[in-house]
């Protein structure tokens, strides 16, 4: 079988149920990769989610793609070799694919592993098997009065938590809103939306009381001193996202954050991602698991490592309009694999 016949990608033009709106930017669709490995009777699919924060697009995927199929087909014998991780890891540090390109490869060689093997994907990276987790779902930076009406109309009393998007502007009516709606924990995510450290303490201060579980990524990444000053002074947890994506968890992060989310898109594969989570329980960092706008394949993914993590946010298919795969299932805010996984 030849390289191009071993490997394939196609995109996906996924819409969502409403206006994805966040103090970044505003999406109506995504549009997201599936890599296959294999032929007929064993085949791997691994999900490819492109992030514009860091410069991903879908022309960068579909070069690199074309470029790690270049490097197996040049050498055939290497292309036979490719049956382990360590394998693979070399070949992708040699063709050097961002992130997301870089997990969609190795998750569609870990499901091709493990049809060919008869043994769970978990089992395979070290996991112990996780059958359900409980998610947050999102709400977008919508109109506040438009906030009750969303909630009653996608029934999100159903999930144990809402994480909802904030910017600098009207935060705290913002989260009022919602919580005199909803009775669950809440998450707060700004996007690295606040630059002025007073407004932003000023603010922790007065959303305290309204049962937050954690603030995530309220500066911009590089306000390094500013997250260093902030703790102590936030009563509210601050969590890291977009100042993490695959690098180690150094002493950097806990002098800095209380917590981390970690996203399988970010960290470029299960195994540094893996390590970040075991890194940040060493440190005594709280965990999250996170994720894109992603179909039930890359979140399925996610959900292998759920054995040491502390917050699940998976909500990436539920935002679909519909989820080509039905890899996962909800029910009452909870996630299973399903029969058809």
């Known amino acids: 079988m030849s390289t191009k016949d071993q490997w394939n990608i196609k995109g996906l033009e996924?819409?969502?149920?409403?206006?994805?709106?966040?103090?970044?930017?505003?999406?109506?669709?995504?549009?997201?990769?599936?890599?296959?490995?294999?032929?007929?009777?064993?085949?791997?699919?691994?999900?490819?989610?492109?992030?514009?924060?860091?410069?991903?697009?879908?022309?960068?995927?579909?070069?690199?793609?074309?470029?790690?199929?270049?490097?197996?087909?040049?050498?055939?014998?290497?292309?036979?070799?490719?049956?382990?991780?360590?394998?693979?890891?070399?070949?992708?540090?040699?063709?050097?694919?961002?992130?997301?390109?870089?997990?969609?490869?190795?998750?569609?060689?870990?499901?091709?592993?493990?049809?060919?093997?008869?043994?769970?994907?978990?089992?395979?990276?070290?996991?112990?098997?996780?059958?359900?987790?409980?998610?947050?779902?999102?709400?977008?930076?919508?109109?506040?009065?438009?906030?009750?009406?969303?909630?009653?109309?996608?029934?999100?009393?159903?999930?144990?938590?809402?994480?909802?998007?904030?910017?600098?502007?009207?935060?705290?009516?913002?989260?009022?809103?919602?919580?005199?709606?909803?009775?669950?924990?809440?998450?707060?995510?700004?996007?690295?939306?606040?630059?002025?450290?007073?407004?932003?303490?000023?603010?922790?201060?007065?959303?305290d009381p309204l049962q937050i579980e954690f603030l995530e990524q309220p500066f911009p990444a590089d306000f390094h001193q500013q997250y260093f000053e902030l703790q102590g002074l936030s009563p509210v947890l601050i969590f890291a996202d977009e100042s993490l994506t695959n690098q180690d968890i150094s002493d950097y992060f806990p002098a800095r954050f209380d917590g981390v989310v970690v996203k399988l898109m970010k960290a470029g594969s299960f195994f540094k991602a893996s390590k970040q989570l075991r890194e940040a329980k060493a440190k005594g960092m709280y965990t999250m698991l996170g994720c894109m706008v992603e179909t039930s394949i890359g979140i399925s993914g996610a959900m292998y490592l759920a054995d040491q993590v502390d917050f699940f946010d998976l909500d990436g298919h539920l935002l679909l309009s519909k989820d080509p795969y039905g890899k996962v299932t909800e029910e009452k805010g909870r996630l299973f694999f399903s029969h058809l996984h």
Not at 89 to 109: K, T
Not at 146 to 161: G, N
């Open 14 to 207: 996924l819409s969502l149920k409403f206006d994805w709106v966040t103090a970044r930017n505003t999406s109506h669709s995504k549009t997201n990769f599936i890599i296959q490995m294999g032929k007929n009777e064993f085949v791997g699919l691994g999900e490819v989610a492109p992030n514009i924060r860091y410069g991903e697009n879908a022309e960068l995927i579909k070069k690199q793609f074309e470029y790690f199929l270049e490097i197996l087909s040049q050498n055939e014998m290497r292309s036979k070799d490719l049956v382990s991780f360590e394998a693979l890891a070399n070949i992708l540090d040699e063709v050097e694919v961002c992130s997301s390109l870089r997990f969609g490869i190795e998750q569609a060689f870990l499901h091709y592993l493990s049809e060919l093997s008869e043994t769970s994907p978990q089992k395979l990276l070290g996991h112990k098997e996780v059958s359900s987790v409980y998610t947050s779902f999102s709400i977008p930076l919508i109109p506040i009065g438009q906030i009750k009406d969303f909630i009653d109309k996608h029934k999100l009393s159903r999930f144990p938590a809402l994480k909802i998007k904030i910017n600098n502007e009207e935060s705290l009516k913002r989260v009022q809103e919602v919580r005199k709606n909803y009775k669950g924990k809440l998450r707060l995510d700004a996007n690295e939306s606040f630059t002025d450290f007073d407004q932003l303490v000023n603010f922790t201060k007065e959303v």
